[in-house]
């Protein structure tokens, strides 16, 4: 038996909710291409955005903690991963088109410079007089542009719904700019989705891989209000902390997230009832959320993820160091343009030469990044 892209687009419009985006329905590409047989357009953008050297250097990229320090803390991929996860899972249950969810989790970080948020930072500092640096606005652009991978078209040429859901990415830290992208209308039901996936993930392995560490302890969460909750549903006293007990709280963290984000935004849905994708991203708010107990909560365990983890001194001293690194590498870079590699040199494509020097090190993975500061700045050592 073979299932073609028709027949999976007819299976989309017999099971996908009024409001879900469907493939057939795609706004399309720039640059006009066939498509396959197999796939759908969506499932082929999923695909072309796993084959990428910027999402495979994700594993290298700092989440909270720097690769070196570990090898159980999650990295820029695996976070990526679980936000793929948790997506896929609201997707199926609340009829949304599962493959552009994907799609948009997985690129959703690409554009993410090394050592995490400061990284991020410390570049939009150094390019204030050039237009800033937002990682947002570098997924776009390395799906639009820095990708090169066809010979007709530079980046990865993917569908309009795939690039708005990468332009309306948002959460608590993260402010769109749609500018380009139908500013006026809300993310599709699936970019909400990966909005709301991304907070979920980071909240959980964020309290995990603090707890794991040691930089969080568990004297330090008994009084939020979620881990209480957590705590009594699972039956645990209290005492004898250890491994297996912290495996059982973040999964059921993970598990009573998610039924509530489906409940409420089941409730929010029945009460607006659009009966189309363009109804959904005309209404007045998102409809994906959480109920106000668990925004409550959710509230509660950010400010103290905040003040506890983000801001822990280990976490700070990284972020000097890599304020150090990177301020570095941009002024020799831009000092002396002849010491970055040819391959960067010849693609200046009118772009500025900071613009070039931003673009080549928001790409470097943590690892290489300390490389090429070492190589630059170490007398003994081989340029």
């Known amino acids: 038996m ?3 892209r028709q027949r999976r687009e007819e299976i989309e419009e017999l099971t996908l909710a009024p409001y879900a985006s469907r493939a057939s329905a795609s706004q399309g590409r ?3 291409e066939d498509e396959q047989d197999f796939r759908t357009a969506f499932q082929r953008d999923r695909d072309r955005i796993i084959h990428t050297t910027a999402f495979r250097r994700l594993e290298y990229k700092t989440q909270v903690f720097v690769n070196y320090e570990g090898d159980y803390y999650r990295t820029r991929l695996t976070h990526t991963l679980e936000v793929a996860q948790i997506g896929r899972s609201f997707a199926r249950a609340l009829g949304a088109n599962e493959d552009l969810v994907e799609a948009i989790c997985l690129a959703h ?3 993410h410079s090394p050592f995490g948020h400061s990284g991020e930072v410390i570049l939009n500092k150094l390019m204030k007089d050039y237009g800033g640096f937002d990682h947002n606005k570098q997924s776009l652009r390395i799906v639009t542009r820095l990708e090169e991978r066809y010979p007709g078209w530079p980046g990865l040429n993917l569908t309009f719904e795939v690039l708005e859901g990468i332009v309306k990415h948002e959460s608590e830290y993260d402010i769109s700019d749609a500018q380009d992208y139908d500013p006026d209308r ?3 039901l699936e970019a909400q989705i990966a909005n709301v996936s991304d907070e979920l993930a980071y909240n959980a392995h964020d309290l995990d891989d603090g707890l794991r560490s040691g930089m969080l302890t568990v004297e330090q969460v008994r ?4 881990w209480q909750m957590l705590a009594e549903s699972i039956g645990w006293d209290g005492r004898d902390f250890d491994d297996m007990i912290r495996y059982r709280l973040i999964r059921r963290m993970l598990g009573l997230e998610i039924d509530d984000v489906i409940e409420a935004t089941a409730a929010r849905l029945e009460e607006a009832n659009p009966r189309s994708l363009d109804e959904l991203q005309h209404l007045p708010y998102n409809v994906i959320g959480h109920t106000a107990p668990y925004e409550r909560m959710n509230r509660e365990l950010k400010d103290f993820l905040y003040s506890q983890l983000y801001r822990h001194y280990r976490v700070i001293r990284m972020q000097a160091k890599a304020e150090r690194f990177i301020s570095e590498l941009f002024e020799a870079y831009v000092t002396r343009p002849e010491m970055l590699p040819d391959s960067v040199q010849r693609k200046r494509d009118g772009r500025s030469l900071q613009r070039v020097v931003c673009d ?8 290489y990044a300390l490389q090429e500061w070492q190589r630059l700045f170490d007398p003994f050592e081989r340029p």
């Open 186 to 188: 809300r993310g599709s």
């Open 2 to 4: 073979r299932i073609t």
């Open 360 to 367: 080549y090190i928001s790409g470097m993975t943590d690892r």
């Open 223 to 226: 009084h939020l209000e979620l």
């Open 109 to 111: 970080d690409m554009g």
């Open 30 to 32: 720039q640059y006009p």
